[in-house]
């Protein structure tokens, strides 16, 4: 099913949150990010393994970079970068990281995105998660290059 990328989604499982990942992955293109918000366990490290094996398969193990802060990866079309901004304490460390190189060579997801305030990439969806029980509630809000966009569900 080919929907737009904007709105609200409900995914009622890890696997369908994986898939959900994968989907925004196939659409990703060279210099955009995705920018993920929600409160802590809410499902945004499992969306970002489905979106980062869906461009480099290789890759069989996707640790959350909580610790390492950044993790990199070459997939055959793109190369993504994939940012946990949980720890940091200004925007600009994003960069210092290499935010600005990740974009330029390829894409990114950023875990956190709502830590760099007004320095948010231009070409970006924003997708937030909530929870209700087991269900997640996803909403997309497209800017840049991502408006119009459809993914492939």
């Not at 960069?95 to 894409?107: I, Q, S, T, V, W």
């Amino acid at each position: 099913m080919i929907v737009p990328a904007i709105g609200d989604f409900r995914l009622d499982s890890e696997e369908r949150t994986t898939r959900f990942g994968a989907a925004v992955g196939a659409a990703l293109r060279k210099g955009e990010a995705v920018c993920l918000t929600g409160p802590l366990g809410v499902g945004k490290s499992v969306l970002a393994r489905g979106l980062i094996r869906q461009i480099s398969p290789e890759e069989c193990d996707v640790p959350s970079p909580t610790f390492t802060l950044a993790q990199f990866y070459q997939g055959d079309r793109l190369a993504i970068a994939h940012f946990d901004l949980y720890r940091l304490e200004r925007a600009d460390e994003a960069f210092e990281l290499g935010l600005d190189e990740a974009l330029a060579e390829g894409a990114a997801v950023i875990e956190w995105a709502e830590k760099l305030g007004r320095h948010l990439p231009r070409n970006r969806l924003d997708i937030d998660i909530a929870t209700e029980g087991e269900t997640r509630h996803v909403s997309l809000r497209p800017h840049g290059a991502w408006e119009d966009r459809a993914l492939a569900l």
